[in-house]
């Protein structure tokens, strides 16, 4: 399962990142190329982080639905700039039953068309309003360059869709899940996020805005770790989304949505694994603790067994979540090796001697050896436990922002610029236009990552908002922004 080693991340980073998706068996290729199978360490992943994300989208007030896959062509078509940018990457069916269909049909790359359409008959009034929906599905773009989980032809993901009616309303919506996003990356990812605007080119084919989150993974590199985006009228004024306000004047809604996908999984994997493999938040893990029993004669398993059982009894009592590892067979020192590859933030290791002492051997998957290590009291372990997780959390995230920290530059010159850009973020004044971001794009290959909302947040200190100028041509800058090599 798991005989070949992994190649290091300096030798191969991306080798390391494919090869450990497969090997701790969190996805694997499908036959259709492009196409991706979630396996169930995976799937169990994604749904600690739907049920993460579905909380915080309830606590705010918004209801799941279930729209479907087939979408009439002819919709995308209604809005400019959104067929502009969807079509390209659009499967579409013209068979059906055997039949040539009278109208084609898309397989779903988003569904604010579909919804809205809906939207035009199910709102009247301003009584109607807001609607506040979302949906948890997958989605179609004929991706042709695929890597697990960040880019592949089918992916899964949640879609939120509000209606509004007022654009005050709309735009704190916006950045209300903006919000409730960056929470969930930071406290329970243990991801540090930049909150930030998107440039005209980078934003979602038919929003007014579009927000994100970015953040850096382990080569350096920026993942767009979500998006949301105010979308104006655009949609209401393509699909006739009309409510009659408190004067019995017709008005269009202002809609948003926001989304965030299982490429979530990739970032987790690059912003925490290493050369062992990977490292579970513990929030978030399938697996939180993993009990692997010692034993030599079948008079030592049978003790150190019970007492792995009742430890695990105890520990899910505690709401945690354990696994007794209790494969026959395989060595302690291939299943701790299997276990740190899959990331465990926890392991437990219970020998007779600790068993004679009513101890047990707690080792830190984030870190590896001796220094991870400390025999804790087997009464009470659960609580030791649960601070230790805690602990690990704190010490992902910590290490994570140190790191973003340290390969972000504030960067004057163009020089600098480049510099910056070959390893980590720069952190430069930009004069807001386009033609400036495609010049920067097609010589450093670094793209305008997010405008950010809190600049003393990037480097961790106030300075360097102030005024300046364009990195490029020199000319007053109108914004501060983050530019980097991206996935
Ligand atoms: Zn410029």
Redesign the pocket.
Known sequence: MTEEKLPTRAEDFSEWYNQLVLKAQLADYAPVRGCMIVRPYGWALWENIQQALDRRFKATGHQNVAFPLLIPKSFIEKEKHHVEGFSPELAVVTIGGGEVLAEPLILRPTSETIIGHMWSKWIQSYRDLPVLMNQWNSVVRWELRTKLFLRTLEFYWQEGHTAHATREEAVEETRQMLDAYTDFAVNDAAIPVIPGRKSDSEKFAGADTTYSLEAMMGDQKALQFCTSHFLGQNFSQAFEVRYLDQNGQLQHCWTTSWGLSTRVIGAIIMVHGDDQGLVMPPKLAPTQVVVVPIYKTEEEKASVLKTAKDLKAQLIKANLRVTLDEREGFSPGWKFNDWEMRGVPVRVELGPKDVAKQAAMLARRDRPGREGKVSAPLADLSATIEKLLAEIQQALLDKALAFRRANTHETKTYDEFKRAVENGFAYAH????G??EEKIKEETRATMRCIPLDPSAVMGHAGGSGSGT??????PAKDRAIFGRAY
């Open positions: 930009w004069c807001g236009s033609d400036c364009c990195v490029l041509c020199g000319k």
